[in-house]
C-alpha cells in the first residue's frame, strides 16, 4: 500500500524558501503571486495492513519536526 | 486562488534523501517500509483567474528541473 505525507512550515514559521520562489517568479514576469509556501511531500510504500496510526508516528518521531511543521497523511 | 504542485524525482532517478529516511524508518523500528521517495510540494497564492497553462509554465520553467523530476498541478 501507499501513503503519501505532505510537512509544511506551520502559519507564522518563516519560509525564506518560498519567498525566493516568490521572487523569482516575479522576475520571470509572473504577476499575481501573492505567496509561495514549500515542503515536503514524501511518499511511503508499506506493507498491506500498516495502519494510518502507524504512519503517523513516523511523522511524529522521524517526518515532520512538530515544533515548527505540520503534517497531512494520506492513505491509500 | 490556491495551487499546489508537486515535484517528485522521476522513477529510475536515485533519491539518496528517500533512502536515508527508508532506513532511519527501519532503525526506529518501523517495520515494513519498502521505499520511500521525497518531492517537494510548493503552495501557491495566485491571483483569481490565473490558469493552469499558467502555473504549468511556472513548473517548467522554475519549479522543476523537468531532466530528472515531474510535477502534477492541482488548481483550486
Known sequence: MKARVHVMLKDGVLDPQGEAIRHALGA?????VDGVRQGKVI???LADGTSRETVEQMCEKLLANTVIES???EVG
Not at 28 to 32: A, I, N, W
Open 28 to 32: 520571470l514576469g509572473f504577476d499575481g
Open 43 to 45: 511518499e511511503l510504500d
Open 71 to 73: 503534517y497531512a497523511v
